[in-house]
């Protein structure tokens, strides 16, 4: 059998990992930062969600900082809490939050690390809400604005590459778990309106980062599950094929082509679904030129033709116990399943580098933009031992695999700029607290017992490491036994190279 060579990343690389500021920094309330709708959304959800310290990187950036040098990183990316920074609805610009983050990019600069910043990711400010509704009334866009604005002005000069909104598409499809149905009293048909005004303010950022940071890049934040057709039933192709639009397609040709696309629009006439799209909007939407894709990409999953009439909500697995999650089903549109060719998480997530060359070819065919990886990653149940240590060496067969994927998409000629996997420290997760844990460093703290906070490094902490100081050359792992693990990709690769 052929094998491939090792895939080769391009010079320059950006190798890091990634986090978002309410899931990582905790002081909550110090430094002025008031809160946000997610930090009380997350407290509904106890015992196993309180943001309030999470991995306390509000005091311990420094060593993070460090830690990440010592692992060899080139890029971190990392969010901007809205309520750190203007924390009231006078629009005062709050000195202490803008030292934090100034304090963090110098650091991050310092150790030769590029920052790669989001503006926004699920953490609205307590007093937008109040004010606005939330992302339910239009005048919260010149409010985005406004704050978008203080960041690039305030940050610009160091940071370049600035990311506008994290997965906007999962914000609608999961609205529910994620705060952003709040106040809502017909999701299904709201969601599309407030969909609209964060499209709106999506590309106000993108316009404010061209004109006021000098050489400044900025992309969406996409979550990417490729949905496979269960069989080549062709109805079952169908039915996936509806899911990639209703849970991400719909956006990414939203955010490239500046247009709703003929999917949507007759999506919404069959449910007589009308958001108020106002003169000048489309105009506006156009005008914002995104310069790349970042992509979050973690799994993938199967849709299938679906029951006429029964309907699923989304179900997720809170407390990681396998063959709990309940798969969503639309009416009339697809039914996701469980793919039985590959593992599942705890979480039931399935596991799945291929979906990495999936999600980079299917995107390139699409858009043909530069992306950036920001996301990918796995969750897991993790104590120290008694030496104090983790073996996490479930976590780097899954890096290994998504790493290896990317690289095979790379050699298919897409371009592909940066791999940042979620997450650096364990921080909280969404729904499932400090019990879900990402990190290729432990950090010692449990949702029910705060302990000392120190930062140990896992096993897959020495392994990426390894790897990324390499440039992507050093696997850990005889390659041709690594191949033997990757078959599907092996096959594919096997059948181009016979070509
Ligand atoms: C991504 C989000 O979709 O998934 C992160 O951008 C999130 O904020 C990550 O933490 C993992 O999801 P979860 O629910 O396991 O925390």
């Known amino acids: 059998m052929k094998h491939l060579q090792n895939p080769t990343f391009p010079k320059g690389f950006l190798w890091g990992a990634s986090s978002a500021a309410w899931q990582v920094e905790g002081g909550v309330d110090e430094g002025g930062r008031t809160p946000a709708i997610i930090d009380l959304n997350s407290k509904t959800k106890k015992p196993f969600a309180d943001n309030s310290i999470t991995a306390d990187h509000y005091h311990h950036y420094k060593e993070d900082v460090a830690l990440m040098k010592e692992c060899g990183f080139t890029s971190y990316r990392f969010s901007l809490s809205w309520s750190r920074i203007i924390p009231h609805a006078d629009r005062k610009v709050n000195p202490k939050g803008i030292e934090f983050y100034n304090n963090l990019i110098n650091e991050l600069v310092a150790a030769g690390i590029t920052p790669i910043v989001t503006l926004y990711h699920y953490d609205m400010p307590v007093w937008v809400d109040e004010k606005f509704g939330g992302w339910r009334n239009r005048a919260i866009i010149d409010e985005f604005d406004f704050y978008v604005r203080t960041c690039l002005n305030a940050f610009g000069d160091r940071v370049k590459y600035w990311l506008s909104i994290n997965e906007q598409n999962m914000q609608i499809v999961y609205g529910k778990w994620l705060g952003v149905s709040k106040g809502c009293t017909d999701w299904d048909k709201e969601k599309w309106q ?284 005889d390659m041709s036994e690594w191949r033997e693990f990757s078959k599907v990709s092996q096959i594919a690769s096997d059948i181009k190279d016979a070509k």
């Open 194 to 477: 407030i969909n609209h005004i964060m499209n709106l303010c999506h590309a106000k950022a993108v316009i404010a980062c061209h004109e006021l940071v000098e050489g400044g890049k900025i992309g969406p934040v996409p979550g990417y599950v490729p949905i496979y057709p269960k069989s080549c039933r062709p109805e079952d192709q169908i039915a996936a094929m509806n899911a990639e639009e209703l849970t991400q397609k719909v956006w990414d040709d939203l955010y490239y082509f500046g247009e709703y696309n003929t999917f949507i629009k007759n999506y919404w006439k069959e449910n007589a679904i009308d958001p108020k799209i106002e003169p000048g909007d489309m105009e506006l939407i156009k005008s914002a030129k995104i310069d790349f894709f970042a992509i979050n990409c973690y799994r993938s999953d199967v849709g299938m033709a679906p029951d006429p009439t029964f309907l699923q909500e989304i179900g997720l697995n809170k407390y990681g116990r396998k063959g709990e999650f309940i798969y969503t089903n639309i009416p009339g549109e697809y039914a996701l399943d469980r793919n039985p060719y590959v593992e599942t998480t705890d979480w039931d997530w399935h596991i799945d580098g291929v979906c990495m060359r999936y999600t980079m070819r299917y995107m390139w065919d699409h858009y043909h933009l530069p992306m950036i990886i920001t996301e990918a990653g796995f969750g897991a149940h993790e104590d120290l031992d008694e030496n104090g240590e983790i073996h996490d060496d479930y976590r780097i067969d899954y890096l290994r695999d998504y790493i290896y994927n990317l690289g095979l998409a790379i050699q298919d000629g897409v371009e592909v700029i940066g791999f940042n996997p979620w997450s650096f420290t364990d921080l909280l997760s969404t729904g499932n607290g400090m019990a879900k844990r990402y990190g290729l460093v432990f950090v010692n703290t449990t949702d029910d017992d705060v302990r000392d906070l120190k930062r140990y490094k896992k096993d897959s902490f020495y392994w990426y490491s390894k790897l990324i100081k390499s440039n992507g050359q050093e696997w850990g792992k």
